[in-house]
């Protein structure tokens, strides 16, 4: 590549993310201590995080420097492509012109490196030798133990049992970057035993995994506990994808009529619509924004809109978000990434508001919308992108309904060579949906702290 494309190359990566607290109408209610109640202050979280990443998460400053050498770890992968799916609209026979933002470039294949790569920077700068973190379907695992291998650090990583077993490959991948991987619930940690005396079986969760990592991290001077998604800091770092997209759409001389994502904690989300967002609550645009999740971890469409803990053991301050209760165990669907029982605190106070639109699919039609756009575009989904792509295929389609050209972009978080063995479910039939039934809806929210 010439020097020329490089340095135009360059000014599409950012030299600041956005944080949409300086912009929300309503901030969410603060975080509180899990045992006092009160709100959390800095200091309340200084045995866990960095005070680099504390600052960020409180801070009301709509753009926040990215250090230099963040930025040049960024360089790996940064800008990402956006693309327009050209074949996939012919195969639908749609006049929408759909577009994707490929995060499966990067060096761990999803979007998540671009909180981890920061996420250990500031952790490294402030002297800490080691992270403890959980992980569902692992690309936050992997993203983590890359990260630690940029900047010297070691990582210990509890895998949510289901996926450990069902995704070896991103288990192996963790471990050569020399992180060690824990299967979650383990013997390890007081919550992980107190989960197992109660069912041995136990698939696990990531409420479950959260709460062995950060018991672990609390437990040693030298380890602190980073987090792949929900809270503000993290979500801040992804706004990277779409701070890109918007000068890549520019390019193409388009805007979007509806920006599209999949959820589970909200940082794949957040990364992409919240840049687009402040088009909306600054500039008046008219732009959709659409978060989408499985229906078996319906959070965001059935959830309780309150106070809950982020993790099973209660060690987390409790967050104001959209919650299924903590002690909510998901069925093992296979896109692990989103079996999670809250979400982000402004992504649900967007939810809230009207803001942000949600919606919710079952799993056999996210495969079938995730093979087609295989086989039209040659790129292989992860099962959690798949939500997005299925629901940028319904607005496609709708639009064909209504013989309009309407403008979609989607995220396309990852890529699924990982996960080649829940397509091999898919295409041997073997997948089934599982629709939250009520009555365990409602049995999990009965559980719910009393604030």
């Known amino acids: 590549m010439s020097d020329t494309k490089i340095l135009l190359k360059e000014k599409e990566m950012p030299e600041a993310w956005y944080n949409i607290q300086a912009d929300m109408p309503n901030l969410p209610k603060p975080p509180l201590h899990p045992v006092t109640k009160e709100p959390v202050g800095p200091q309340d979280l200084k045995p866990i995080f960095p005070m680099g990443l504390i600052e960020q998460e409180v801070s009301r400053d709509r753009w926040i420097e ?6 040049e770890i960024y360089r790996l992968w940064r800008p990402s492509p956006l693309c327009r799916a050209r074949r996939l609209e012919k195969a639908l026979d749609t006049p929408a012109h759909i577009y994707y933002k490929y995060e499966g470039v990067s060096p761990a294949g999803s979007h998540k490196l671009n909180t981890s790569v920061p996420q250990a920077y500031y952790n490294k700068k402030e002297g800490i030798k080691r992270l403890a973190t959980e992980t569902g379907a692992g690309q936050w695992g992997v993203a983590l133990s890359q990260a630690c291998s940029f900047f010297g650090l070691e990582c210990t990583v509890y895998m949510v049992k289901v996926s450990y077993h069902q995704k070896p490959y ?23 035993r107190k989960i197992l005396e109660k069912d041995p079986d136990s698939l696990g969760s990531l409420g ?18 980073a987090l792949g998604s929900v809270l503000n800091h993290v979500i801040l770092h992804q706004t990277v994808i779409g701070l890109e997209a918007k000068k890549q759409m520019e390019k193409a001389d388009h805007y979007p009529d509806v920006v599209i994502a999949c ?25 959709r924004l659409l978060a989408v999740e499985p229906i078996s971890c319906p959070t965001l469409t059935r959830g309780h809109f309150g106070y809950d803990y982020g993790d099973v053991a209660g060690f987390t301050p409790l967050l104001w978000m959209y919650t299924l209760g903590k002690d909510f165990m998901p069925p093992g669907i296979h896109a692990g990434g989103l079996r999670y029982h809250g979400d982000s605190p402004l992504v649900s106070q967007l939810v809230h508001d009207g803001i942000v639109e949600a919606r919710a699919y079952g799993q056999t039609a996210v495969f079938q ?14 099962p959690e992108s798949s939500h997005a792509i299925h629901a940028a295929v319904e607005e496609a389609l709708a639009a064909k309904e209504a013989g309009e050209k309407r403008i979609i972009l989607f995220n396309l978080s990852g890529h699924g060579l990982l996960d080649l063995s829940s397509y091999d479910a898919y295409l041997e039939g073997k997948l089934i949906d599982y629709p939250l039934p009520e ?8 559980a719910l702290p009393k604030v």
Do not use: W
């Not at 060690?180 to 007081?190: G, R």
């Open 208 to 225: 479950i995994a959260i709460s062995e990592a950060v018991e672990d991290a609390a437990g040693r001077e030298d380890t602190n506990y």
């Open 263 to 287: 959820c589970g904690g909200g940082s794949n989300f957040g990364g992409m619509a919240f840049p687009f967002a402040h088009d909306k609550l600054v500039k008046g645009k008219k732009v």
């Open 170 to 192: 991103r288990r192996s991948l963790m471990q050569v970057f020399g992180s060690n991987v824990i299967p979650s619930p383990s013997e390890l940690t007081s919550s992980g």
């Open 369 to 382: 919308s995730a093979v087609l756009f295989a086989r039209s575009e040659g790129v292989l989904p992860a």
């Open 439 to 446: 009555e365990e809806l409602e049995k999990a929210l009965a």
């Open 66 to 71: 990215i250090p230099d050498e963040v930025r």
